[in-house]
């Protein structure tokens, strides 16, 4: 499994998973970058994203929506604030409603996401940083956890293909 650490702190207000690939930071940058490969991880499997906007620059808008088993829309957003391909990208994140515009943009979760190569290999860690306590708790009692870590156990079969 990729995921090899998940860290909650409740004093920082951070969410935080580290991953390992066998792969190049540059191919492993591309699941972030190419939408059709983001749709097939970000997400729980049982729960695939479809993103219908994905602006991948500096103040670019990505929206999308989680499709769960029932056919229950879950809707979301990110602006992204900072990207320094192929190493680091960062975003602000939330829910959105059913026209994929933000609900909560006034406070959102915070994303940074840092890749890290060493001899043909690269660790990848996500951090989520969450306006309050409050915040960081509904999402852990929501399944973020478990969630993202399911999710991002996808990213290796992508990686393999392509």
Do not use: C
């Not at 702190?9 to 540059?26: H, K, R, S």
């Not at 990207?83 to 939330?94: K, N, Q, S, V």
């Not at 940083?129 to 852990?140: A, G």
């Amino acid at each position: 499994m990729t995921v090899t650490d998940t860290t909650t702190n409740l004093e920082e207000l951070t969410l935080t998973f580290v991953t390992e690939f066998d792969a190049p930071a540059e191919k492993v940058w591309t699941v972030w970058a190419d939408p059709r490969k983001l749709e097939r991880w970000w997400g729980p499997p049982t729960w695939p994203a479809t993103f219908v906007r994905h602006e991948f620059v500096p103040t670019g808008a990505a929206r999308y929506y989680m499709t769960g088993p029932d056919g229950t829309r879950a809707h979301g957003w990110w602006t992204i604030t900072a990207i320094e391909a192929p190493y680091r990208l960062e975003f602000d994140d939330g829910f959105a409603n059913a026209d994929g515009e933000p609900i909560d943009a006034d406070r959102p979760m915070h994303a940074v996401v840092t890749l890290d190569e060493t001899g043909g290999t690269t660790r990848m860690t996500v951090v989520s940083h969450f306006p309050d306590v409050d915040t960081l708790e509904r999402q852990l009692k929501m399944g973020m956890q478990e969630g993202m870590r399911l999710a991002l156990g996808q990213i290796d079969q992508i990686l393999s293909n392509s």
